[in-house]
Every structure is written in C-alpha cells, then in structure tokens.
C-alpha cells in the first residue's frame, strides 16, 4: 500500500468560526492604549480606521467568532488548504521525524495573507466604508488585500515599502492587476512620506513607515477611508485561524499529532493562525506540544527586542501596544525577506513567548535560502523567503530528530510560494546575499524613544 503524501479536505469541511485565542489564553491581554493620551482607547477613537465590527473582533473574549457566509463563499476558491507529508524530504535528511506542511501558497495571491484580506474587505463593504488603505512589505498583504478588496468593490491604496517595490516587481504588477493603486514609501502623497524623504531621499523605508503612511491617509479623509492592517493585531491573527482549525483535522486523518510546530513571523499572522488552534489544547487539555516562532537575524523582534508597549508605527499614529519591539524607528536591513521586517509583534504572540509558553528563534538570510533550496529540490515547491524561515528550523528539528534516534512530528505553515521572488534566489546564487545582524546600539538607541506609559 502506498503511504499517503496528502490529505485532503471536502469544502464541506471548510470550518465556519474563528478562534480567539483570548479565550483560553493564561495571559490577560494588555491594553491599547491612544498615541495621543496614553489611555486606553475607545471604540470612536478606533473607529476612525477601523469598521466597527472589527474592533469588536478585536476586544472580544469570546472562543468562536462565526465566519460570515460571504466570507466562506470567497474563501472556496481555495481552501480548504492541503496539508503534505514532506516525505521526500524526510528522504533527504535521513530523518526518522515525520514533516508535515500547510499549503498556503494554493491561495490566489499566493499566500496566506487573503485568509483576513477577505474578511476585512467585507466588513469595510458591509460597514459602508468608500476605499480602504494599507501597507505591505514584500507585497503579499498588498496583493492579498486587492484580491479582497476587488471581491467587494471597493477601491484600495497600497503603500509599499521601497525596497521591495523596487525589488519585486512582479508584486507590484499583481496588486495593480487586482486593480487597486500602489505606490513606493515612503511617498510625495503624505505628510509623513515627505517629511522622511527629506531626511533620506535614498531610504530604502520599513513597515512603519509605510504604516504612518496609510494611517495618515485614512485618518485625514473625514471618515471616507479605513486602514488595513494585515498582521499584528488580534482580529487579524483569529481570522488565520481556518489554518490551524483545518490542518487539525488533517493531522487527525493522518493519524498523528505534532510534537512541534513551527512558523515564520514578521507580525505574527501566518504562525498564529497555524498554531493557535493546537496551542488551545496545550491550554485546555495539557498538550505537551512545542511551539517555535522564527524570525531573521537583521529583525530580531523577539530574541532581542524589548517586550513593552511601543508604537504601531514610525509617525506616532497608529494605537500603541505591548509588544516585543525593536522600537518604531527601526529601519531595517534590505534582507529579501520584506515580509519580517516589521519593528513589533502581534501582542499575544509577544505574551506568549514572554510567558514562556512559546520558544523563538532568529536565522540568518544564508543558511535560510539553504533551506529554502533543498525544500524546492525535494519537494518541488519553491517557498518565499520569509516561509524559508520555518523551513529552516523544520530541518533542524528533523536532524535533531536524527541525531538523538527519535521519532519526532514537525509541522509549519508553507505560508507562500516563492514564484515571485526568483530575484532573491538569482542573488543567494550569484553570492549576492550575505548575513546580517542587527547592531545592539541601534536597539538601544531606538528604546529611547518609547512612549512614557504609566501602567
């Protein structure tokens, strides 16, 4: 009998709620706090980027939110997602672990980025809101939330950071053919935009500052925009949780359960929507399951950031949270992995390693893309840098795996395809790339200019 590579779902299978975390979790969360007064927010202070249903999403502590039908009608285009058994490359490594792999890279767009794009673009259009705005890195928010955005009509800015802009064009193409405007931060458009060109007209701008951006569009047009913002915040994270609800079941059809499991992280949406599910049940039920965040050592969020409330964004615009943060001013390097270069993490995710409840680990861009080529030459799948990540410290569980006799279970989040990064790969192959660690007085200097908080 032929062992089985895939297991598939039925879209009858398709699950109909989110998981919220905030539920279960043995950490309150912290609260959110107006960049203005240091106070809590309200919801009319978030109401001005946010539709209203979303900031409910956002505060809510209960378990399930159900999944609009809407929503689950778009999402049939793809998902249910595959979950592969990597045995080829199991084969490789000469590893008696067993690797599984969430297959993301199926979406339109490419990524698991639509999973939220859909669901914010919905309730925008329910809400009545005119156009949306929003950031990206490497583009794979900026092309999913066009993808969402052109679903339900609504017309869409994206502000993507110029680095990546002039590095992957071909993300740039494929937002545009979604049908929504894209432009290089920082940008002529915003006040903010301006202010940094005049500081740096060579600027390879960050996540931060292609937030201030969007954020000061939205907020300056009287209501008429709202702002999008694909990774961080706790709405954005429970709707990747159809990953994790998904690939639960698929791990029960194969028959196992993980002893590991892993993902990239940038803002923390892919890995959260992956492993907040099972992390339910080491909470619930006493799983002894191990949960590894990784991340790039030139944006060293986790492993050397400083876990206090920060800023969301570079301008002071955006709501603070507590966070691991490199502080808002970060400019990162132009590591080719643009969708890990956000200076803060998702609050809960950031509570959850500070809880010990969660490991994290940082990787360097060379033996990343190492990764990421044995994968593509045994599985056949090329992955994008920033899921190279995961795949890199999956490879490393398995050969830990081999070099202690055991057999171990591995599962990540295949969080995109890399079909539009051949860019990144004709450099690691041209000796282009080189490793970077980001300089600790950078950090310091960054903290000190953290909000004065006094809770």
């Known amino acids: 009998m032929t062992e089985q590579t895939r297991f598939i779902l039925n879209e009858t299978d398709l699950p109909k709620y989110w998981y919220n975390l905030n539920a279960d979790n043995p950490i309150p969360p912290a609260p959110i706090l107006n960049p203005q007064t240091m106070e809590p927010v309200t919801p009319d202070f978030l109401s001005v980027l946010f539709p209203m249903e979303l900031i409910m999403q956002e505060i809510t502590t209960d378990r399930y939110i159900e999944i609009p039908e809407a929503v689950r009608d778009v999402y049939k285009l793809w998902r249910p997602t ?123 701008g960050s996540l931060g500052i292609a937030i201030s951006e969007a954020v000061e569009v939205a907020a300056t047009s009287e209501g008429k925009k709202k702002y999008s913002l694909g990774s961080v915040l706790n709405h954005v994270l429970m709707h990747q949780t159809v990953v994790g609800e998904e690939a639960l079941k698929q791990m029960d059809l194969a028959g196992e359960y993980p002893d590991v499991v892993i993902g990239c992280v940038g803002g923390g949406s892919n890995y959260a929507g992956l492993a907040y599910p099972f992390m339910r049940y080491k909470f619930t039920e006493g799983k002894n399951t191990r949960f590894v965040a990784v991340e790039p050592t030139a944006c060293p969020t986790l492993t050397r950031g400083t876990y206090t409330f920060d800023y969301g964004d570079t301008a002071k615009m955006a709501p603070i949270v507590k966070m691991h943060t490199l502080g808002h001013s970060f400019i990162p390097a132009p590591i080719h992995a643009g969708g890990l270069r956000l200076h803060g993490m998702a609050p809960s995710l950031s509570a959850l390693v500070d809880g010990g409840y969660m490991e994290a680990v940082a990787v360097h861009q060379l033996t990343t893309f190492e990764a990421a080529v044995q994968f593509a030459r045994a599985e056949g799948i090329i992955p994008a840098p920033e899921t190279a990540h995961a795949i890199r410290v999956a490879i490393d569980e398995a050969l830990d795996a081999k070099e202690k006799g055991e057999e171990r279970i591995i599962l990540f989040n295949m969080s995109g395809h890399g079909h539009f990064d051949m860019t990144a790969y004709l450099h690691y192959y041209s000796g282009n790339l080189e490793d970077y660690e980001y300089p600790q007085a950078a950090i310091e200097a960054a903290m000190a200019d953290l909000p004065q908080v006094s809770l």
């Not at 859909?118 to 066009?146: D, F, H, P, R």
Request: charged fraction near 20%; include cysteine; hydrophobic fraction near 35%.
């Open 82 to 204: 595959p979950l592969l058994r990597a045995r080829r490359l199991e084969l490789a490594l000469d590893t008696p672990a067993h690797i599984y792999y969430k297959h993301e890279g199926v979406s339109p767009p490419g990524s698991h980025k639509p999973n939220t794009a859909v669901a914010q673009a919905y309730y925008n259009k329910i809400s009545g809101t005119e156009a949306m705005t929003t950031e990206t890195g490497a583009g794979q928010w900026g092309s999913a939330l066009s993808f969402g955005c052109n679903i339900f009509e609504i017309p869409l800015e994206v502000y993507m950071v110029k680095v990546s802009y002039t590095q992957k064009p071909y993300r740039r193409i494929m937002i545009e053919t979604y049908g929504a405007d894209v432009y290089a931060s920082p940008s002529d458009r915003t006040n903010f935009g301006r202010s940094i060109l005049a500081q740096d007209p060579d600027t390879p």
